[in-house]
């Protein structure tokens, strides 16, 4: 049982000072690490390993989260992580969330070098190029995660993978598969075309319809989906790298999709197409 006193009561210690810092992407980048908050996140973190080394290498909770998670504070413990039971104070100051859960971790970095992804042979990845809101790129994350995508790759112009933002919205995803960072959009796609990858850009304006290319059984192979930034698109220059533009139906009165949504419409057609025994039929279809 944890003690009822919490071993750090100040924020202004050296070692809550050091873990607020790593809400800056540039401490981050200096110093390889980044923070997971609440139980979800902690879990998956204490659970994964890369290059041979636990994930999670420091955790803070309040006496109160360390009793009721206790599975999860004996999982870090057991992944090698040092556990500090910490004032809520503390908490409050190192989250960067208005309601903490009372658990909040620090992560090795844990991105994928780009050819390790592609010496995999991936089926279906997503490529996130100029996303730049943090919320939609861990959304996306967590979608290509559920549709069983292989890889995620995001461009060097897209938004930082270690963003606490983006870690909350990927809701765990980010410790399940393979994410490469800073890759140029004209690398990614010469990369994964040269694998064996089919490159699908998501458009609202695109020449073609997401219904078509899966009635006509066009979506089976290896795909990788491009998608852009929420507000503007993608670049004309990124279309015209890939194979097909594609757009998701609008049967509605809607005016659109936002990324996150039209991400997991088409990730999870590629992933029927692809599980499919016969033809597919259409994903939109009432």
Partial sequence: MPSASPELISPRSPRVSAARRLARRNFR???????AEGPQAVREAAAHRADG????????????????YADVVAEARSAGARVHL????VIEDVSTTVTPQGLVGICRFLDAPFAQILAARPRLVAVLAHVRDPGNAGTVLRCADAAGADAVVLTDASVDLYNPK????????????????GVPVEQAVAGLRDAGVRILAADGAGDDDLDDELDRGA??????W??????????????????????????????SLNLATAAAVC?????RAQRASGGCR???DS
């Fill in 29 to 35: 980048g200096k110093e390889r690490l980044f923070l």
């Fill in 53 to 68: 080394q636990a994930t999670l290498v420091e955790l803070f909770a309040t006496v109160e989260a360390a009793e009721r």
């Fill in 86 to 89: 910490a004032a809520e104070q």
């Fill in 166 to 181: 983006a870690v909350r919205a990927s809701v765990g995803s980010l410790f399940h598969l393979p994410v490469a960072v």
């Fill in 219 to 224: 979506m089976g192979g290896p795909t990788a």
């Fill in 226 to 255: 491009v998608f852009g930034n929420e507000a503007w698109g993608l670049p004309v220059e990124t279309r015209e790298l890939a194979d097909a533009v594609v757009r998701v139906p609008i049967h509605g009165k809607a005016e």
């Fill in 267 to 271: 990730l999870y057609a590629s992933a």
């Fill in 282 to 284: 259409s994903v939109t």
